[in-house]
């Protein structure tokens, strides 16, 4: 696959049944879990630095992750690393950050270097997470700056693995054909 592209020797992994549309892009060191989805016109640059994706994660139309390279300014750099059942929309930039499991970033989201989204939390579309800031588990946030907005209801608790589910299942109905 021509989409699916080394870097310095390192060709990126993939877990069982995981899916890459034909016109996104994965380069370098970046490994997935299993039951991943990667949609139309992403960016996966694991070039400089390591990229790590949980299992049952999709990755939708037009976003962006990259990593932040180590230097002088920033010794170790920051990797990107994703938990398990999170779900990231359409066109969201994530950039060096740690993102827990079952997390939903929103359409538009930007989520600097450093920066920490526990788990459990719902960013809202068009939020930004400014560099080093960390969202606490449980909650809302929205703005840009991001900020906390309320503790989320048992129904929102619950639909961070439905909708990784119902991605697994589109994502094999592409796989099929």
């Not at 879990?33 to 139309?61: A, E, K, N, Y």
């Not at 906390?148 to 054909?177: C, H, I, M, P, W």
Request: hydrophobic share 35%.
């Amino acid at each position: 696959m021509t989409n699916v592209r080394s870097h310095k020797g390192i060709t990126p992994t993939f877990g069982e049944r995981a899916w890459v549309d034909q016109t996104a892009v994965v380069i370098g060191d970046v490994v997935t879990g299993d039951d991943v989805s990667v949609w139309p016109l992403t960016v996966i640059r694991g070039d400089m630095h390591r990229i790590r994706i949980g299992h049952r994660c999709s990755i939708q139309d037009g976003s962006v992750l990259h990593i932040t390279h180590a230097s002088t300014y920033n010794p170790g750099g920051y990797p990107l690393t994703l938990g398990d059942d999170v779900t990231v929309g359409h066109k969201a930039l994530l950039h060096g950050c740690t993102i827990g499991s079952r997390v939903l970033v929103g359409m538009g989201c930007v989520v600097m270097d450093g920066a920490v989204i526990e788990d459990e939390v719902i960013l809202g579309a068009g939020s930004l997470v400014p560099p080093g800031k960390r969202l606490e588990s449980g909650h809302l946030y929205v703005g840009s700056p991001a900020r906390q907005v309320r503790a989320l209801s048992d129904e929102e608790r619950g639909f961070f693995t439905y909708t990784a589910a119902n991605y697994v299942r589109l994502k094999d109905e592409y796989r099929a054909g």
